[in-house]
């Protein structure tokens, strides 16, 4: 995986969240998600699910709902 494609991990699993929720996407264009997995030494990605899940929480708690 490049470094271009790891950075786009995050905003590709928060749109998901969002979509499915469904809230509009433009409020996601202003969250940025740092960091990258490996956060633990297992193979799923729980960095990445749980950065998107709290910014789509964010998001949601901003829209009101």
Known sequence: MTAGAATQLPHAALDEILR???????AAD?????????????RYRVGTAGGAALAACGLAAAAGR
């Open 20 to 26: 499915a929720a469904g809230i509009g996407r433009t």
């Open 30 to 42: 202003e969250i940025e998600l740092t960091g990258a997995d490996p956060v633990l030494p297992v």
